[in-house]
DNA sequence: TTAATTTCTTAAACTAGTTTAAGGAGCGTA
DNA sequence: TACGCTCCTTAAACTAGTTTAAGAAATTAA
């Protein structure tokens, strides 16, 4: 259950016995079912979701009801509902299972929490973060500079694995384009 | 010369006289004529930019030779040159001064030294990556909901300050429209 | 002051990507 | 097996934003 999220943290700060269970303790393991959204127990709050199995996806509503996908987390990998005030305040992002899917949970106050109880944390969230917001910026520049085409054939390229579990018009929305012209993209090529 | 970044600094963590020391210690000021390039002495490395005076942007050369702001940083704001390969290895932003400005730079292994010494500054940094990462998906987010001229309405609400500063050919670049599309918006709205 | 250079504006031709629409393919459910 | 549903594909009409070009305005330098 919680060997997968150890060897993610212990890849940055080295952590005792009694440090991983003050870690295990604070997660909620969550099984979501394909197409179901995750959601700590409790009111809706700001959260870190790690993934055990499954995919997930992080996506926006915006005000005429388009979803926009901002980020893919497939068996391993960090993803949070975190965003700010666009739009209204209190606005959280949605992650929703692509697969039947399994989640450790930490919201953001539990996270607060164990940076103080365990001061490694501090350390391990701000690598985190930090790699976080250079992958932000990355996608950032690809838009700026690169076609739709160059964006796909390097999403391909990227991630082959998502390419091949992900749904098509879900892809479309992460490239910034329309299923109808990611379609026609992929005609082109072949 | 401190005042601000320790005031900066203060809004997240509480250092002592000695940590405050250890800090400055670590920080090497320069002074930037205008249209000039930030750059730490020795070779070309990571680091992290604070800008006591002046404004700072920050942008990518693509394949083409065009320029990509990412970023702009008046007094008071953090700035960096952390990028991933997007097409070479080792490939940096730059930093430029738009007017006469002094920053205040610290090299990534100079904060990670930091974080070793004072742990506090894990937290700092964790909170300063944190918000980054969140700012810019958020940025990420406002090109897929938003036409370019609701993105500059935006921008001119969000920083009335810089879209007086800074030239329109960078802001542009900014919100990822041609200069000549900008003007164009310009005309119509008035 | 003039001259050189960069920046901004305007406008027309163009294109990457959208919209709309309709048909087909796959998939879960009864 | 058929029904309903969502997803994918194709194509034609359209549009937001680009490109090219040329002149006006603002900066910089001498």
Chains 1, 2 share one sequence.
Not at 93 to 108: G, H, K, P, Y
Request: charged share 20%; glycine share 4%; proline share 5%.
């Amino acid at each position: 259950m919680y060997t997968a999220i150890l060897a993610n943290v212990a890849r940055y700060v080295a952590l005792t016995a009694a440090e991983q269970q003050a870690f295990t303790n604070q997660l909620q393991p969550q099984h979501v079912a394909r197409h179901g959204l995750l959601q700590p127990a409790g009111p809706p709050v700001r959260y870190l979701a790690f993934v055990v199995r499954g995919c997930v996806r992080t996506y926006t509503t915006d005000a005429r009801g388009r979803e926009h996908v901002l980020a893919f987390a497939p068996e391993g990998w960090w993803s949070s509902n975190f965003t700010s005030a666009l739009s209204a305040p209190r606005a959280y992002l949605s992650l929703q299972a692509l697969e039947d899917t399994e989640v450790l949970l930490l919201r953001l106050d539990q996270l607060e929490e164990l940076c103080l109880q365990v001061p490694k944390f501090e350390r391990f969230f701000r690598l985190l973060f930090q790699n976080g917001y250079l992958l932000a910026q990355r996608r950032l520049t690809a838009r700026a500079h690169l076609s739709a085409e160059a964006r796909y054939a390097r999403f391909c390229r990227h991630y082959p694995q998502l390419h091949q579990r992900v749904a098509l018009k879900h892809i479309a929305s992460f490239l910034g384009i329309t299923p109808e012209f990611l379609s026609t993209l992929r005609g082109r090529q072949v």
